[in-house]
């Protein structure tokens, strides 16, 4: 059973930068993408990044392109999530989420919480 649980979230002025992690535990071999996704009070949670193992490549939602950057380091098994220029928008709680293949459900970890102020 993979556990994911996230860090790194909290209180950043607009315009500063934030570096979310992901720490996973247990073996995620083959399994098919790692995801970011962030829920906003009354809102419904959006996908904001992910990362697909097989080929490494990435996708961001519109709102974060150029300013957000998914990694993964393998030797330390943790999933990133590096926010640049932030803005008032990007206030939510950021959940970290993995799925074993395309058509599994995710696996989503507690979540952080990233505030960002004026």
């Known amino acids: 059973q993979v556990q994911l649980v996230e860090s790194g979230g909290g209180l950043v002025q607009a315009g500063g930068s934030l570096r979310l992690s992901c720490a996973v535990s247990?073996?995620?071999?083959?399994?098919?993408?790692f995801i970011w996704a962030r829920q906003a009070p009354g809102n419904q949670r959006e996908v904001v990044a992910t990362?697909?193992?097989?080929?490494?490549?990435?996708y961001y939602t519109d709102s974060v392109k150029g300013r957000a950057t998914i990694s993964k380091d393998n030797a330390k098994n943790l999933v990133y999530l590096q926010m640049n220029g932030l803005t008032l928008e990007d206030t939510a709680v950021y959940y970290c989420g993995v799925r074993r293949t395309s058509i599994s459900s995710t696996s989503w970890g507690p979540g952080t919480q990233v505030t960002v102020s004026s």
């Open positions: 247990g073996s995620t071999y083959g399994y098919w993408r």
């Open positions: 990362l697909t193992m097989r080929d490494g490549s990435t």
